[in-house]
């Protein structure tokens, strides 16, 4: 029946891993905001056992070198606090705090927000027979009907949900890695190399296989010296997705941008660094006509439908104004 | 490890407003059904049931957090407070009194909620101004609209 399941309290890691693991019609539950939705109130998951992993010690926030290791049980509002983002990552705060609200951030965590599912409407209303991610094979109502919350980068015929995740803008622009436990044992997966674009397969999301379990995230934190911002425009002021988001960090050292990251959010099917972008920064001196053909590198060949055309422009602009503000 | 199957009841151990409680639950019931419908504490509010408006915010362990989002499974040995724990002694917090001096309300459906969220928030430290008290207070919505009453409350009490 659906919206009921077996409990199971997970005292350590390998135990969890293993329960998983074996296990096709198990899930792990740790903060829930998306998935106790998907569950018990929009009937859109339907798995037999929740493997609850709350009580197990991967909470916390340590320096390793110059990076930040975050136990991926940490919830977002416990990284929003952490001292060192203020002069090395500005833009993770400022992500964090951008996204959900307090409650919310009280209860996710920063291993289930890399994993949240999209919020395409389509998706979540299981009243709607096409979806590719929800049921393989059976279409896209997205880009049939009215769309707007939509991607424009990375999308495909089978699919343009988003990737909603503000926090993964900033972290993708750092080059985080993901920290992974499975069966056979530990590895390590840069998240500009954990999703998959969603092609013909879009209910395939990442590279983890099924019962593999984030242990931590770890991220480079910025060369001292460095800027950076998050930007994100939406519809109401607070609490709302992103229509388009950027996060930029610069390096300006006598004039020249030597150091440039750039990723954008509202836009990717996948959390979307920049590269190009970057690479136009790179060696050139800030100013409006710099910035806006590092704009125009970092859209190339959108997939929109009617109800997300609006973003192309709109995300260029954003990038524009964010590199404005953290270059002043 | 524990594990309890969907058909059966699970032990539960926590406090709820300082009183320990030994309860049974489904695996699937959530902390705000739990609260009203075992406890009989209908003092959180049921508004959108899906993690959208605040209405059911409680703190668990001193943070707040949406119960209709939460499993009373995941409370084991938690400690949980709602809007009927802030008084004591007879008396109101001083965000309860607040909110009827500044008549911070008018149907009051969602009052429990956005006084929880304000007892949060200022132990967050997060009134300095009435732009930050809107920013995180956002998560509780009133359709009455009551909001710069709200404001004025909350900011009140954090002495401003």
Known sequence: ?328 | MIAVASQSLLALTTSVNGAAYELRVASHETLLDALRDRLGLTGTKKGCDQGACGACTVLVDGRRVLSCLMLAAQCECREVTTIEGLASDGELHPVQEAFVRHDALQCGYCTPGQIMSAVALLAEGRAGSDAEIREFMSGNLCRCGAYPNNVAAIGEVAGR
């Open chain 1, 1 to 328: 029946m659906n919206g009921t399941f077996e409990y199971v309290r997970a005292d350590d890691v390998a135990a969890a891993v293993a329960l998983v693991s074996g296990d096709s019609e198990a899930q792990y539950l740790a903060g829930g905001t998306t998935q106790i939705d998907l569950i018990l109130k929009d009937g859109v998951l339907n798995p037999e056992r929740l493997v609850d992993i709350t009580r197990l010690p991967l909470r916390g926030i340590s320096l390793r070198g110059d990076a930040l290791v975050v136990g991926a049980l940490t919830t977002m509002e416990e990284l929003a606090a952490e001292p060192v983002l203020d002069v090395r990552a500005a833009f993770v705060r400022e992500a964090l705090l951008a996204g959900a609200t307090a409650q919310l951030r009280n209860m996710a965590t920063i291993g289930g927000n890399l994993l949240q599912r999209t919020r395409c409407r389509y998706f979540r209303d299981p009243s709607v027979p096409a979806c590719n991610k929800r049921t393989p094979g059976s279409g896209c109502a997205a880009i049939t009907g009215p769309a707007r919350m939509h991607a424009i980068l990375g999308a495909s015929a089978h699919c343009i949900a988003l990737h909603a995740s503000d926090l993964c803008v900033p972290l993708v622009a750092l080059d985080a890695v993901v920290h992974a436990d499975g069966t056979d044992g530990q590895r390590t997966i840069p998240l500009t190399e954990f999703y998959r674009l969603p092609g013909d397969r879009p209910d395939l999301e990442n590279v983890l296989a099924h019962g593999e379990l984030i242990t931590a995230i770890e991220t480079p934190l910025l060369p001292a010296g460095a800027r950076s911002g998050y930007l994100k425009v939406r519809d109401r002021a607070s609490y709302e997705f992103a229509l388009t988001s950027a996060a930029v960090a610069l390096l300006i050292e006598d004039g020249v941008m030597t150091e440039a990251r750039v990723a954008l959010g509202g836009v990717g099917t996948i959390p979307w660094r920049a590269a190009a972008a970057e690479e136009v920064l790179i060696g050139t001196a800030p100013g409006t006509a710099v910035f806006r053909e590092a704009a125009e590198a970092a859209i190339v060949d959108p997939f929109t439908v009617s109800g997300t055309a609006f973003k192309v422009e709109l995300a260029k602009r954003t990038i524009v104004r964010t590199l404005e503000t953290v270059a002043r």
